[in-house]
């Protein structure tokens, strides 16, 4: 099956601990994506990469990271400089010269 | 820079009516708009893409519009099913940006009673 796999589902960490957040996509995607929702609110842009090896910041870059050294994967890391970490984080990616984007379902990060 | 609103938070209409939702946006007209839908708890799914330069798509039940002058796109879902029911969230391209970035309204719940 081709798709978007995010891991954890659920996952809970103590204030002031890095977080990794894994998204692994086996549609041979160029540019995948990182969204964080907020109840009641739209998705809003992290970070992305149109390239392996390249990655750009989006809308809500501070106190997050990624890294992109593999077509199929985009990590993101939640940094203990995020002030509001707990939310809904969402992966997606999208193929050249195709707008639509396939999201995975989704890691819900709490922290404590 | 742009802005997307779309027009209610929620939506309640009765089975078998159509349900139409709004998305306005307020700046440049996008050279594509897009429509999603996200059930609770889960990622959005892509339903139907609309260029600037159509007016209206259609995919089995659902139909969206796009209107440049008025600078909105409405989204019709016909024959409404209680399995209609989700958060349907409008999405546009960033117009001058080199990468294929898309910007997404806060969405409406729409809910279909039976």
């Known amino acids: 099956d081709g798709g978007i796999t995010q891991s954890p589902k659920y996952l809970f960490r103590k204030e002031g601990q890095n977080v990794t957040l894994s998204c692994e996509q086996n549609?041979?995607?160029?540019?995948m994506y990182w969204y964080r929702q907020d109840p009641g609110q739209g998705l809003r842009l992290i970070y992305y990469?149109?390239?392996?090896?390249?990655?750009q910041k989006g809308d809500i870059a501070e106190g997050y990271s990624v890294s992109r050294e593999k077509k199929e994967s985009f990590p993101l890391t939640v940094t203990s400089a995020q002030k509001n970490p707990t939310a809904f984080y969402l992966c997606?990616?999208?193929?050249?010269?195709?707008?639509?984007?396939?999201f995975g379902p989704g890691t819900r990060l709490t922290v404590l | 820079s742009q802005k997307i609103e779309q027009n209610s938070e929620a939506l309640n209409i009765q089975e078998g009516k159509t349900a139409t939702l709004t998305c306005n946006y307020t700046?440049?007209?996008?050279?594509?708009l897009q429509w999603y839908r996200q059930d609770p708890g889960r990622g959005p799914v892509f339903l139907l893409l609309?260029?600037?330069?159509?007016k209206e798509k259609r995919k089995e039940r659902l139909k969206v519009t796009f209107d440049t002058t008025l600078k909105q796109s409405l989204f019709h879902i016909t024959a409404s099913q209680p399995a209609d029911s989700a958060t349907y969230l409008c999405?546009?391209?960033?117009?001058?940006?080199?990468?294929?970035?898309?910007?997404f309204g806060s969405g409406t719940r729409l809910s279909i009673r039976p």
């Open positions: 990469s149109q390239i392996v090896n390249d990655f």
């Open positions: 999405a546009l391209d960033e117009k001058y940006s080199s990468a294929s970035k898309i910007i």
């Open positions: 700046n440049y007209s996008p050279a594509y």
């Open positions: 609309i260029r600037e330069n159509e």
């Open positions: 997606a990616s999208s193929g050249t010269g195709v707008n639509e984007q396939f």
């Open positions: 549609l041979n995607h160029d540019a």
